[in-house]
C-alpha cells in the first residue's frame, strides 16, 4: 500500500491504526503476519416463513436500516432489488420458508434472499420445456423470462441483476452470474442444497441509477423493454465449441421478442460456419424487424460473422 500510494511505511501504518481505531477495518495475526480486511459495520440476518409474507414487510424489517443512510441512488436500487428477489421467493418457490440477510462495510454492501423450493434453473426448464437446466440461464440471461406471466413480466432478474455491481443466482451446482465474478455464499449452503440463493453487492457510493438501466434497455421515448444484451458464451456447455446450428438455434431462441439483441461474444474465440449462418443469415432473414449488433469479437469471430452477412445480402440482391 506504501508503495501504491507514494506513502511512507511510517504513514501507511498511521493510516491503518486509524482505520482500526474507526472500527472500518480488522487486524489479524501478530506484527510481522498482521492481515487487514474491512470490518462489518451492520449486518442483519433473519427467516421468514413464506405463506402471507410481504416483500415490503422484508425490506422494512430487515434492509432499511442497514441502507437507510446511503445515497438515495443506492437505497432506491437495493428497494428495486430486493423486493424484487423476495416477490420471486414468495410467489414462485414453493418454499416453506424464506432466508434474507444483509452486510455492510465501509465499501460495499451485500444482500441475499434465500429458499428451499425447487430451484430457478429446474423450474425454468421444466415450465420452457428445455432440454437442459443450463439452458435456464441463457434465458435468464436474455430477459422476460417466467413462469407465471399473467402475474409478472419476467424483468425482475435482468433489471436486478444490471442494477448490482455484483449479482449471482445458485441453484444445485449452477451459477447465473452478472458481473464481479462470483460473490462469497454469506450463510451456510452446501453446494447441492435445494433451492435458490441470490446474492447482490452495491457499492454504497455507486452513480448508478434505477432510470439509467430502464433507459439503456428501453426503446427511445418509451417505457418497453425492447433491448437485451445476450453473452453468446451460455449457448456453449462446457467442452463445447459454438459450430452447430441447434446451438444457434438456443441461442436465437425468443429474440423475436426484442427489437434489438446485442450479442456479446467476449469468452468466445471462434464459431463455426453453420452456426454463423444460422444467426446471422437464416434468422434474421426470418425476423428483419429484430436488430443484431455484436460486441467483443475475436477476428475469427468477426470474420465469421462477416461471411454469414454477406451471404445474407447475396441472398437478398438474388
Do not use: C
Not at 458481473?179 to 455464499?185: I, Q, Y
Amino acid at each position: 500500500m506504501a508503495t501504491e500510494f507514494g506513502l511512507s511505511r511510517q504513514a501507511a501504518h498511521g493510516h491503518l491504526q486509524r482505520l482500526v481505531r474507526d472500527q472500518q477495518i480488522e487486524a489479524a495475526g501478530n506484527t510481522r503476519a498482521r492481515v487487514y480486511h474491512l470490518a462489518i459495520l451492520r449486518e442483519v440476518a433473519r427467516s421468514y416463513v413464506r405463506e402471507g409474507l410481504r416483500e415490503d414487510v422484508v425490506w422494512n424489517e430487515v434492509f432499511v436500516p442497514v441502507v437507510r443512510d446511503l445515497p438515495e441512488n443506492v437505497r432506491d436500487i437495493w428497494h428495486y432489488g430486493v423486493t424484487e428477489m423476495v416477490n420471486n421467493a414468495i410467489d414462485h418457490a414453493g418454499s416453506p420458508v424464506v432466508h434474507v440477510g444483509v452486510r455492510r462495510n465501509a465499501l460495499d454492501t451485500d444482500g441475499w434472499v434465500a429458499d428451499d423450493g425447487e430451484g430457478i434453473f429446474l423450474k425454468i426448464q421444466r415450465a420452457m420445456d428445455l432440454y437442459d437446466p443450463r439452458e435456464s440461464i441463457l434465458e435468464l440471461a436474455k430477459g422476460k423470462v417466467t413462469t407465471d406471466p399473467a402475474n409478472h413480466t419476467g424483468e425482475g432478474i435482468f433489471f436486478s441483476s444490471r442494477m448490482f455491481d455484483a449479482f449471482d443466482i445458485r441453484s444445485g451446482r449452477l451459477h447465473f452470474v452478472q458481473d464481479g465474478g462470483d460473490l462469497e455464499v454469506p450463510m451456510e449452503r452446501p453446494a447441492d442444497a435445494p433451492g435458490t440463493l441470490v446474492v447482490m453487492r452495491l457499492a454504497n457510493d455507486s452513480p448508478r441509477t434505477l432510470m439509467s438501466v430502464f433507459h439503456e434497455y428501453a426503446a427511445p421515448d418509451a417505457f418497453t423493454f425492447d433491448k437485451t444484451v445476450v453473452p453468446v458464451r451460455l449457448a456453449q456447455f462446457e467442452g463445447e465449441k459454438l459450430v452447430s446450428r441447434s446451438q444457434a438455434k438456443r441461442l436465437v431462441h425468443r429474440f423475436e421478442w426484442f427489437r434489438h439483441v446485442v450479442l456479446d461474444f467476449a469468452g468466445v474465440s471462434e464459431i463455426g460456419q453453420a452456426f454463423a449462418d444460422e444467426l446471422f443469415r437464416v434468422f434474421v432473414n426470418a425476423y428483419p424487424e429484430v436488430l443484431l449488433t455484436t460486441v467483443n469479437m475475436t477476428d475469427d469471430v468477426d470474420n465469421m460473422v462477416r461471411r454469414a452477412r454477406a451471404r445474407r445480402s447475396g441472398d437478398n440482391q438474388a
